[in-house]
């Protein structure tokens, strides 16, 4: 099963989520995911590295190179979570045309949200047409400041997003920030309650869109 954090503009967390993502599920049961880090940046991997050995990271640059990162991933690994890059890129197109699930997050900013909606919305439409494929598709809103006039009206825009939302939002947290500064897992900090509360929600909220089959837990949790 591949996870694909995607987004057609910078800034609106794809790293930070899918890192959180891959180590929360590490901590819930889950077989440790494979990680394919698509962004030119690598920070990703470099997070990933120091925060949890269980979690194998690949690098792929180049559309091929994607290719060829997820067939390996996949042939040891049930799930594979990638950190696309922003914009257009060709790699986009490998990585959505596989995607079971494609997360897109996206800042809750007025300046910022309309043309990452957009931007988003119209490469997975290419890609969904192009190869006649259908995977399950949520907006994340992230950064949320409830202190702000505008968190109001973005809860009500949230619900009528489409494609749809996540019903869970992520705050704005700056136990993301420092977690990527440590490179440790963002939901095993201390003292941190309300990043572990919306990174958990959310994480929940994703992995019961994806079947069950693959996704499969470890144990008998
Ligand atoms: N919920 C959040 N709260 C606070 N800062 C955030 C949050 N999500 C992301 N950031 C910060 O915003 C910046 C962009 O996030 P990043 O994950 O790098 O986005 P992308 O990979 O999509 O470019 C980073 O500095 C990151 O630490
Ligand atoms: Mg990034």
Redesign the pocket.
Same mark, same amino acid.
């Given at each position: 099963m591949l996870i694909v954090?995607f /987004?057609t !503009?910078?800034? /609106?967390? !794809?790293?930070?989520?899918?890192?959180s993502h891959a180590g929360w599920l590490v901590d819930h049961g889950y077989e440790p995911p494979a990680f394919l880090d698509v962004?030119v940046?690598k920070?990703?991997s470099r997070w990933l590295k120091s925060a949890e050995p269980k979690i194998v990271v690949r690098e792929a640059t180049t559309p091929a190179e994607v290719e060829k990162g997820l067939n390996a991933l996949h042939a040891e690994h049930s799930i594979v979570i990638a950190?696309g890059p922003?914009g257009f890129d060709k790699q986009n197109i490998v990585l959505l045309r596989r995607a079971d699930l494609i997360v897109i997050?996206v800042?809750a900013s007025p300046l910022d949200i309309h043309s990452a909606l957009a931007g988003a919305r119209e490469l997975i439409n290419v890609v969904k047409t192009k190869y006649r494929v259908n995977p399950k598709v949520r907006f994340v809103v992230?950064?949320?400041d409830d202190r702000t006039k505008f968190a109001k009206e973005m809860r009500s825009f949230q619900s009528k997003m489409k494609p749809p939302a996540t019903k869970a939002a992520?705050?704005?947290?700056?136990?993301?920030?420092r977690s990527?500064a440590q490179g440790v897992i963002p939901t095993r900090m201390e003292n941190e309650r309300n990043a572990r509360q919306?990174l958990d929600a959310l994480f929940r909220e994703l992995m019961s869109l994806v079947s069950s089959k693959h996704a499969k837990k470890v144990g008998n949790g």
């Open positions: 954090y /987004g !503009k910078g800034g /609106g967390g !794809k790293t930070s989520l899918s890192v962004d940046q920070l990703a950190d922003g997050p800042m992230n950064g949320l992520v705050r704005r947290l700056t136990a993301l920030i990527a919306d």
